[in-house]
């Protein structure tokens, strides 16, 4: 299992930009498939982007395409989230997950998580 620690989130101005940062610790990283999610108070935690571990196949949240860019450094045993045009309804807790298995969309097929980033977008 590998540990997780994001870093790069703040605040911004409606139309700015950010860079997430996924680092990884632990097991061979470049195994696992990882995955960006985000949640609001008292809401699910709702899938944004993910990336699979061979051929670095991308996948995206409808409403991020275009916007976000998610990307992975092995080598670096990191994953940024690109994050462009932010909105103000791109305010959440960003977090970063990671699995070694098969994965859709959805928190439960991720079993290692990190503590998780604040992002806040001003209109």
């Known amino acids: 299992q590998v540990q997780l620690a994001e870093s790069g989130g703040g605040l911004v101005q409606a139309g700015g930009s950010l860079r997430l940062s996924c680092a990884a610790s632990?097991?061979?990283?470049?195994?696992?498939?990882v995955g960006w999610f985000r949640q609001a108070p008292g809401k699910e935690r709702e899938f944004v982007a993910g990336?699979?571990?061979?051929?670095?196949?991308?996948r995206y949240e409808d409403s991020v395409k275009g916007r976000f860019t998610i990307s992975r450094d092995d080598a670096k045993k990191t994953v940024d989230l690109q994050m462009n045009s932010l909105k103000p309804e791109d305010t959440d807790v960003y977090y970063c997950?990671?699995?070694?298995?098969?994965?859709?969309?959805?928190?439960?097929?991720?079993?290692?998580w990190g503590q998780g980033t604040q992002v806040t977008v001003s209109s």
């Open positions: 990336i699979t571990w061979n051929r670095g196949r991308t």
């Open positions: 632990g097991r061979t990283f470049r195994d696992y498939a």
């Open positions: 997950a990671a699995t070694e298995n098969i994965w859709d969309n959805v928190p439960t097929d991720f079993r290692s």
